[in-house]
């Protein structure tokens, strides 16, 4: 670590409509360190790179760059001072090639005055070559996997020559080898000595990849420290204001009659001959790399895409799957992982939102019985501790995990049989994680059948009392509690015989 750091924020304060988002926190990134900024949804880290990046003006507090302060208007100007980000929402346009996007305002042009295409695809595929990124630099970003348009929102910022790349949240899209594959990438960057600032809630990335670490609550400094001189439960503690110790520890109960029974579903291109039965009382899970075909199978269930054969009884009753509707009917309850495309509406206030789906239980005589709507939201902000000014806040001004907790409250009205979770945890904080957690155990408590897809192992092994492995379309193994091992696990979710 030098002597001077290459970015300096000094009491930065940060206002919104009725909300402090950022109550004068200090915040500096060395050149060639990897700095791990963490705290729970809310907290503002999202706020000061932001900030950093002229997406959001301060209201007071100073930022200094190589030692000299500056103000940074915009983005273009902070891409200027070699600052560039990788958003949760990724910033590339998508009707363009991979190519396009890395020179986009600024292609390269011929003396005649065309653009030079093949200097842009050649130094392009130089760039995705050096991180060893292998793809087409010709192909529309719209065609890749979110994943895959991640890794090109990564190369691009070593394309600009950054001096600090911001990562915010970058592993909650991608398998385990993709990880390995970003860490790489982090690991080349530090050495060219870029300064890296790195958001995650997944507590033990902070540990494999970050030199230092710092805390916010509440729009307030809490501490920086040397990654090696602090433990997991240290810093929960430091996040959260207290100890969580037994994350994964729920009652399990003893299961019921088969609430679904599923025979060799098949839908053609996605999965085949899947068969598995879920009892009340159970938490099933469902584990396989990002990919596997896990949410295909359940959107089949519940009636979003169309199977090709085999069958299904709910409550030894047959079904056949006709719509998301009839599904709903039926009482299936399904969570889907996109939750921002297909669970909110952005511009609706956070009451709207948690009452959205159930307006027709709500609605006698065709007018909204407000004090219904108002207890029902209020009884979900507090159940999962959802941060806002109030229940008419517009979800849109959320942070990112607690617009994540409006849909799985809004979800929650639904009175289903089978609630299935697809990667509930994702982008969501340790202390609601855990209030999550204890949800499911909840459900399974009062006899519900709770299906639980995660491609994040600890959390499956923790909370399954039966686990559904997948690979390619394929279901490779049923396994027992008792018989959990991650090595086990792994090699069946790789089809390693
Ligand atoms: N545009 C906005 N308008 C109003 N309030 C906002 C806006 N953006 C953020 N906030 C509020 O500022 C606070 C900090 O939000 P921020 O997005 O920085 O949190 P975060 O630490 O990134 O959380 P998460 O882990 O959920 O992503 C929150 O209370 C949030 O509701
Ligand atoms: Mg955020």
């Known amino acids: 670590m030098g002597d001077t750091a290459f970015i300096e924020l000094n009491q930065i304060v ?8 950022l109550k004068g926190v200090d915040f500096s990134v060395y050149p060639g360190e990897v700095h791990g900024l963490i705290g729970e949804n809310g907290a503002g880290k999202s706020t000061i790179i932001k900030i950093m990046m002229g997406v959001h003006q301060k209201n007071s507090g100073s930022i200094k760059i190589n030692g000299d302060e500056v103000i940074i208007d915009n983005i273009i100007q902070a891409g200027r001072l070699g600052l560039a980000a990788v958003y949760q929402d990724l910033n590339l346009a998508m009707d363009l090639s991979i190519g396009e996007n890395f020179f986009i305002g600024n292609l390269p042009k011929k003396k005649s005055g065309l653009v030079n295409w093949k200097y842009v695809y050649e130094e392009t595929e130089k760039t995705l070559k050096d991180l060893k990124i292998v793809i087409d630099p010709r192909k529309k970003i719209s065609e890749l996997s979110p994943a895959m348009q991640e890794m090109v929102a990564i190369a691009k910022t070593v394309h600009l020559n950054s001096k600090l790349v911001i990562f915010d949240e970058p592993t909650a899209l991608l398998t385990n080898e993709e990880v390995e594959i970003l860490f790489d990438i982090i690991k080349t960057l530090k050495k060219r000595n870029v300064a890296i600032v790195y958001i995650s809630h997944r507590l033990e990335e902070i540990f494999d990849i970050c030199d230092r670490v710092t805390i916010f609550k509440d729009g307030e400094w809490v501490d920086t420290t040397d990654v090696e001189e602090i433990d997991e439960d240290q810093l929960i503690n430091k996040m959260v204001g207290r100890n969580i110790t037994e994350m994964y520890n729920i009652g399990h109960q003893s299961p019921g009659d088969d609430v679904i029974r599923v025979k060799n579903l098949t839908r053609e291109g996605n999965f085949q001959n899947i068969s598995f039965d879920v009892k009340a009382g159970e938490i ?36 056949k799957p006709k719509s998301p509707i009839d599904g709903i009917k039926k009482g299936i309850g399904f969570l889907p992982e996109d939750r ?25 005589f065709s007018f909204v019985d407000k004090k219904q709507e108002n207890s029902r939201a209020d009884k ?48 969501i904080d340790v202390g609601a994680k855990r209030e999550i957690y204890k949800l499911m155990e909840e459900l399974a408590a009062a006899g519900k059948a709770v299906i639980l897809i995660s491609s994040y192992l600890p959390e499956v092994m923790g909370l399954s009392d039966r686990m559904a492995v997948i690979y390619e379309g394929n279901l490779t193994a049923v396994l027992d509690r008792k018989d959990f091992s991650e090595e086990r696990i792994l090699k069946h979710a790789s089809g390693i015989k």
């Open 340 to 364: 921002k495309e297909q669970g909110l509406a952005l511009a609706l206030s956070v009451k709207h939102n948690i009452n959205l789906s159930s307006y027709k239980d709500i609605n006698r």
């Open 380 to 427: 979900y902000i507090d159940k999962m501790s959802i941060k806002t000014p109030s229940r008419r806040q517009t979800v849109g001004n959320l942070s990112g995990g607690n617009q994540q907790k409006v849909v799985i409250g809004k979800w929650l009205c639904n009175d289903s049989n089978i609630f299935i979770f697809d990667e509930p945890t994702v982008g």
């Open 14 to 21: 940060k206002d919104f409509p009725g909300v402090k988002a």
């Open 284 to 319: 099933f899970g469902f584990f396989g790399l990002v990919g596997s075909g896990r949410t295909e199978i359940m959107r089949a269930i519940f009636g979003a895409d169309k199977l090709t054969s085999g069958s299904i009884e709910l409550n030894g009753k047959p079904y």
